[in-house]
């Protein structure tokens, strides 16, 4: 069955520095989104991307975030200058369309220190 | 107050026990979907839903549009249905998912 695939699985950074998140989603799917749960909370929607740019952001993604699909396969989610409130599991997930599921990578636990 | 609420937040069952997880929502939804989440963090889809009822295996999905109400029922519970069952639904006027709190689910042997 076609996975979403996330890299790294765990990556601990110092406050203030950039990070880069990294998704492959399904070959076919056309939507794309990042999502974070801090732990102990909900699952936070911050970015939706579809057709090479932003069809929605929540109030979350301030100018730190920024979303890319560099090449055509890859999905990546930056944040530039990480604060420790960042410390979270990242999700991305990817969808054939608005009528269809989506389908999760198992997450980035990014942790600042 | 919360978009989604999810009832009950914990849940302890004997293995063999009928599960029932219940979700409301506040808000015009094209879509409601059930996930569920493993200790190790990962989230896996288990039913999209806009209307009636589906069924894979011994989990149930139900969704009463009118009412903004839906069910997760789990039949014959095991063990390895330990889990975080999590509710979330697509609004009418976007493709994001608005998630509930998650029902911790433990099904003892």
């Known amino acids: 069955e076609p996975e979403v695939t996330q890299t790294p699985s765990h990556q601990v950074t110092q406050m203030g520095q950039e990070v880069i998140l990294r998704c492959v989603p399904i070959?076919?799917?056309?939507?794309f989104y990042w999502y974070r749960q801090i732990l102990g909370q909900k699952v936070e929607f911050l970015v939706s991307?579809?057709?090479?740019?932003?069809?929605?952001k929540s109030e979350i993604f301030d100018d730190q975030f920024s979303v890319e699909r560099p090449d055509g396969s890859n999905f990546t989610l930056k944040i530039r200058s990480t604060k420790l409130e960042d410390s979270a599991m990242y999700f991305c997930?990817?969808?054939?369309?608005?009528?269809?599921?989506?389908?999760f990578g198992s997450g980035t636990r990014l942790t600042v220190v | 107050k919360n978009e989604v609420e999810q009832s009950p937040q914990n849940l302890t069952a004997q293995e063999g026990e009928f599960i029932t997880i219940n979700c409301s929502y506040s808000?015009?939804?094209?879509?409601l979907h059930w996930l569920q989440q493993h200790p190790g963090g990962g989230i896996v889809s288990l039913f999209m839903?806009?209307?009636g009822k589906k069924k894979h295996g011994r989990l149930i999905a139900t969704i009463n549009i009118q009412e903004k109400h839906s069910s997760l029922h789990i039949t014959a519970s095991h063990p390895r249905d330990s889990a975080v069952y999590i509710c979330?639904?697509?609004?009418?006027?976007?493709?994001?998912?608005?998630f509930g709190e998650g029902t911790q689910l433990t099904v003892n042997p």
């Open positions: 997930a990817s969808s054939a369309g608005t009528g269809y599921g989506y389908t």
């Open positions: 070959s076919n799917h056309l939507y």
């Open positions: 991307f579809y057709n090479n740019e932003i069809s929605e």
């Open positions: 808000v015009g939804i094209s879509a």
């Open positions: 839903l806009s209307s």
């Open positions: 979330a639904v697509r609004s009418t006027s976007g493709s994001r998912l608005t």
